[in-house]
C-alpha cells in the first residue's frame, strides 16, 4: 500500500507539472513577440483497465496509467537558429496483486545552437548541443522471494552531453549533426549506487566523464494525414581503450490524432551503452552473468491529448 501511495504520488506530481509547464507555455506565447518565435506542447493521458471475474480462460487484473509530453521553443532570425526540445513522460502498472510499478519514466530536455556558415546555403550549420536526460523517481527490481533492490532514481542516472559541429539539413523534416568533439558526463548522485560501480562509473565516484565523437540523426514529418512520425538517433563512441564501441539511443514516436481530444501513440526507445551491464538470472534468481546488453522498451496508448501552438 505504502508503494502505490509513492507511485500514486509522484503520477500525481507528474501530472499537474505537464499541465502547469503546457499552461505557462501557452501564456509566454501570447504575452512574447513570437515574430521570430515558433512555441508549442503536445501532451497525451492514457489510461487502461482489465477486471476479471470467475474468467475460466484465466488472466489477472490489471490497471495502467501513462503521462507524456512534449513541449518546444524554437528561434530562427537571419543566419542563427536556436532549437529547444523538452520531453516528460511517466507511467504506472498494477498487474495482479503486485502493486503499482513503475513503467516508464523520463526527463530529456535538448537545447541546440545553429549558425548558418553560407547566407546562400540553407543546409549546412555549426552547430553546438546541450543535451540532459534523468528520471523522476527511483526505479527497483522486484526479485522473486526477496526484498525489492533499487537501481536508479533521480540524477542516477543523469547524462549530460555537450558537443560542437557540422549539422546538415537537406529538408525540413531531417538533419544530420556530426560533432568530432564531444564531452559525456554520467551522473549517479545515489552513493550506493555509485558504490556498486553502477552505469559505467569507476565503484565510490559519482560522475564519469568521456570525450568522444557524437552523431545524431532527427526526422519529424506527417507521413499520413494527422499521423506524425519523429525518430531521433544518437551515436556516441568515446576516445579511450574501448573506442569504436558504440552507444546508441534510438527514440521513435508515432503520434495518431483521431480529433482534438482522442489520441493513439506508439513510443519505442532501444539502448545500448557498453558500460551498462544487465544482469542474466537463473531461474532462482542468481546472477548468472553480467554484460552488456540491448535495452527495448515500447508503450502503447489511446486516450486525451492537446496541442498548445502549432509548429
Do not use: C
Amino acid at each position: 500500500m505504502k508503494l502505490f501511495l509513492r507511485f500514486k504520488k509522484s503520477f500525481v506530481i507528474v501530472l499537474i507539472s505537464l499541465i502547469l509547464l503546457g499552461i505557462k507555455m501557452e501564456k509566454l506565447r501570447a504575452q512574447t513577440d513570437t515574430t521570430y518565435w515558433q512555441r508549442g506542447a503536445k501532451g497525451t493521458l492514457t489510461f487502461s483497465q482489465v477486471s476479471l471475474t470467475n474468467w475460466s480462460a484465466g488472466g489477472e487484473n490489471s490497471i495502467s496509467l501513462n503521462a507524456f509530453m512534449n513541449m518546444f521553443a524554437n528561434y530562427a532570425k537571419g543566419r542563427n537558429t536556436w532549437k529547444n526540445t523538452l520531453e516528460l513522460g511517466y507511467g504506472l502498472v498494477d498487474q495482479g496483486d503486485v502493486g503499482f510499478r513503475k513503467s516508464d519514466d523520463k526527463i530529456n530536455f535538448s537545447s541546440q545552437y545553429g549558425y548558418q556558415l553560407n547566407p546562400d546555403n540553407n543546409k549546412l550549420f555549426w552547430s553546438t548541443l546541450f543535451d540532459f536526460k534523468t528520471q523522476f523517481s527511483n526505479g527497483f527490481n522486484f526479485p522473486e522471494g526477496a526484498e525489492r533492490v533499487k537501481i536508479s532514481g533521480l540524477f542516477a542516472p543523469a547524462y549530460l552531453l555537450i558537443s560542437t559541429g557540422l549539422e546538415y539539413k537537406p529538408s525540413e523534416f531531417f538533419s544530420v549533426m556530426f560533432s568530432p568533439t564531444s564531452g559525456k558526463i554520467t551522473i549517479v548522485s545515489d552513493q550506493d549506487l555509485a558504490d556498486l560501480g553502477a552505469f559505467g562509473v569507476d565503484p565510490g565516484k559519482t560522475t564519469r566523464v568521456e570525450l568522444g565523437t557524437y552523431l545524431t540523426a532527427n526526422f519529424k514529418k506527417d507521413i499520413a494525414k494527422n499521423v506524425n512520425l519523429e525518430s531521433r538517433l544518437e551515436l556516441f563512441t568515446g576516445y579511450d581503450e574501448n573506442f569504436g564501441n558504440i552507444d546508441v539511443n534510438w527514440q521513435n514516436a508515432l503520434l495518431m490524432k483521431v480529433n482534438d481530444w482522442l489520441s493513439a501513440n506508439l513510443i519505442t526507445q532501444l539502448l545500448y551503452d557498453d558500460d551498462i551491464l544487465i544482469d542474466e538470472l537463473d531461474n532462482a534468481g542468481n546472477v548468472i552473468s553480467s554484460k552488456p546488453r540491448v535495452q527495448f522498451k515500447q508503450i502503447f496508448g489511446v486516450g486525451l491529448s492537446y496541442t498548445i501552438g502549432s509548429e
